[in-house]
């Protein structure tokens, strides 16, 4: 037993482990991966020196992007490179610059910026269409308005496109000889709740020559056909549009009787998707 009054005796503190030396880190560095690698070159000077060494990024690059290779020469020459995967922006790392670093961070980006593009804030219960089908002396042979989401019945491949069919058949409407025009508006109703006004825009308004009218393939005892005109949408904003409004009237009989309206949105000879159009049109109606 200690006596009264014996000091009690404290364990000795371990001391730190040394750092390890300076001739080991390159031997280290080799089997790091690129995040590893741009952590470890914030610690100190010496470490940014054998962990950014512009080999171990050429060999990274190598391995994950080979094609970025040939791309070296053509990129600048800066000392930034911070956009590096451990996003490190000490004073230690902008002192040597490695171009295969910046070359490696810039491809590693490139797939963070590939991303889906984010759903349309405008919905197909928020719009509704109104169409308009006049003879060149504006006497109205067709007119219709449809809300969207109660459009597209019976269209074939209309699953998740930008494609719409309205069924006309019981107005008894003709196109008749000579040339026809086609007004289509896309309106954005007050069903959305959010207190916006409503809004339009107009899609098409475009004549269709009446030798294109005549030439719709519409067979004798009851046969049908088609005769339809598309037009360049405007653009949401500056220069040339890519988008095409397209409408297509389906007809029956001799006397060339409207019995369906298809109305779609095209781009590069393809219908876009249901998504496409209500993000076009959001530029426009929101």
Same mark, same amino acid.
């Given at each position: 037993?200690?006596?009264?009054?014996?000091?009690?005796?404290?364990?000795?503190?371990?001391?730190?482990?040394?750092?390890?030396?300076?001739?080991?880190?390159?031997?280290?560095?080799?089997?790091?991966?690129?995040?590893?690698?741009?952590?470890?070159?914030?610690?100190?000077?010496?470490?940014?020196?054998?962990?950014?060494?512009?080999?171990?990024?050429?060999?990274?690059?190598?391995?994950?992007?080979?094609?970025?290779?040939?791309?070296?020469?053509?990129?600048?020459?800066?000392?930034?490179?911070?956009?590096?995967?451990?996003?490190?922006?000490?004073?230690?790392?902008?002192?040597?610059?490695?171009?295969?670093?910046?070359?490696?961070?810039?491809?590693?980006?490139?797939?963070?910026?590939?991303?889906?593009? &984010? @759903?349309? !804030?405008? $919905?197909? +219960?928020? /719009?509704? *269409?109104?169409?308009?089908?006049?003879? =060149? #002396?504006?006497?109205?042979?067709?007119?219709?308005?449809?809300?969207?989401?109660?459009?597209?019945?019976?269209?074939?491949?209309?699953?998740?496109?930008?494609?719409?069919?309205?069924?006309?058949?019981?107005?008894?409407?003709?196109?008749?000889?000579?040339?026809?025009?086609?007004?289509?508006?896309?309106?954005?109703?007050?069903?959305?709740?959010?207190?916006?006004?409503?809004?339009?825009?107009?899609?098409?308004?475009?004549?269709? &020559? @009446?030798? !294109?009218? $005549?030439? +719709?393939? /519409?067979? *004798?005892?009851?046969?049908?056909?088609? =005769? #339809?005109?598309?037009?360049?949408?405007?653009?949401?904003?500056?220069?040339?549009?890519?988008?095409?409004?397209?409408?297509?009237?389906?007809?029956?009989?001799?006397?060339?009787?409207?019995?369906?309206?298809?109305?779609?949105?095209?781009?590069?000879?393809?219908?876009?998707?249901?998504?496409?159009?209500?993000?076009?049109?959001?530029?426009?109606?929101?």
């Amino acid at each position: 037993m200690r006596s009264e009054g014996e000091a009690t005796a404290m364990p000795a503190r371990r001391a730190s482990p040394p750092p390890p030396p300076w001739e080991a880190l390159p031997l280290v560095a080799p089997f790091l991966d690129a995040a590893s690698l741009a952590a470890a070159s914030c610690v100190s000077t010496s470490w940014h020196a054998a962990f950014a060494a512009d080999y171990l990024w050429a060999r990274l690059c190598a391995q994950h992007y080979p094609s970025a290779l040939g791309l070296l020469r053509h990129l600048p020459d800066t000392t930034d490179d911070s956009a590096s995967s451990g996003r490190c922006r000490c004073s230690s790392t902008t002192t040597s610059s490695s171009p295969h670093r910046r070359l490696f961070a810039l491809f590693r980006s490139a797939s963070t910026r590939s991303r889906v593009l &984010p @759903a349309p !804030r405008l $919905a197909l +219960a928020d /719009v509704a *269409f109104a169409v308009d089908i006049l003879t =060149a #002396g504006g006497e109205t042979i067709l007119s219709f308005a449809v809300a969207a989401a109660e459009a597209g019945g019976g269209v074939k491949n209309a699953a998740g496109l930008f494609l719409f069919g309205v069924d006309v058949g019981g107005r008894s409407a003709a196109i008749g000889p000579g040339e026809w025009r086609v007004r289509w508006t896309a309106v954005r109703t007050g069903t959305r709740g959010d207190g916006g006004a409503p809004a339009a825009v107009l899609m098409m308004d475009a004549k269709v &020559p @009446a030798a !294109r009218a $005549a030439g +719709a393939i /519409v067979g *004798f005892g009851g046969g049908r056909g088609e =005769a #339809g005109v598309a037009a360049g949408l405007p653009a949401p904003g500056c220069g040339g549009a890519r988008l095409e409004a397209e409408v297509v009237l389906e007809l029956a009989g001799e006397e060339k009787m409207i019995e369906k309206v298809r109305l779609g949105v095209m781009c590069e000879c393809r219908y876009v998707s249901a998504d496409e159009g209500l993000r076009y049109l959001q530029h426009f109606l929101l």
